[in-house]
């Protein structure tokens, strides 16, 4: 049976701490390794290495787009406006409402979690500490290879080959 271990991936996101601006993630980003990653996750750890929560892109876009609405129209607000909410440390937007799994979670488990959250990863813990993300592509990747193999008996509401 896969579970969260199975799947688990360690090099498809960043550590960062919680002091770090977004302009620092930004730069993160874009930095060339990082780009290479198609589905890039920063993860916020504290100083004793706690998790605190996830960004993504979009989190990031999605703050500067709330500034520049409240900006107006004028481009010297709106540039103003860019350049404050840069200097903003990641914990205004990091998400800690996504859902978590751990090293044993089964696949359907994992299955459940991707379906509630809006996030392009699911953070995953051992013995409550954070030890990497599943990404969504990679539980959709292993849920069809379950269902093509005589595997996916196990996930009774998604069928297998055998059921064909």
Do not use: N, W
Request: charged letters at 25%; a negative charge; proline letters at 4%.
């Amino acid at each position: 049976m896969t579970v969260a271990r199975d799947i688990l991936s360690s090099g498809r996101f960043v550590r960062i701490g919680e002091s770090h601006s977004l302009s620092e993630v930004i730069g993160i980003i874009f930095d060339p390794e990082a780009a290479a990653l198609r589905e890039l996750v920063v993860v916020v750890l504290d100083s004793e290495g706690k998790y605190l929560g996830l960004v993504e892109p979009r989190d990031i876009l999605e703050s500067l787009g709330t500034e520049l609405s409240a900006a107006g129209t004028d481009p010297a607000a709106q540039v103003a406006a860019i350049r404050r909410r840069l200097k903003a440390q990641v914990m205004e937007i990091a998400r800690h409402d996504i859902p978590a799994a751990r090293l044993d979670d089964s696949l359907a488990s994992l299955l459940c979690a991707a379906a509630r959250c809006e996030s392009s990863a699911i953070p995953v813990f051992d013995q409550g500490q954070f030890v990497g993300v599943v990404p969504i592509t990679m539980i959709f990747d292993a849920a069809c290879r379950v269902t093509l193999s005589t595997e996916g008996a196990d996930l009774p509401f998604m069928g297998g080959a055998s059921d064909a």
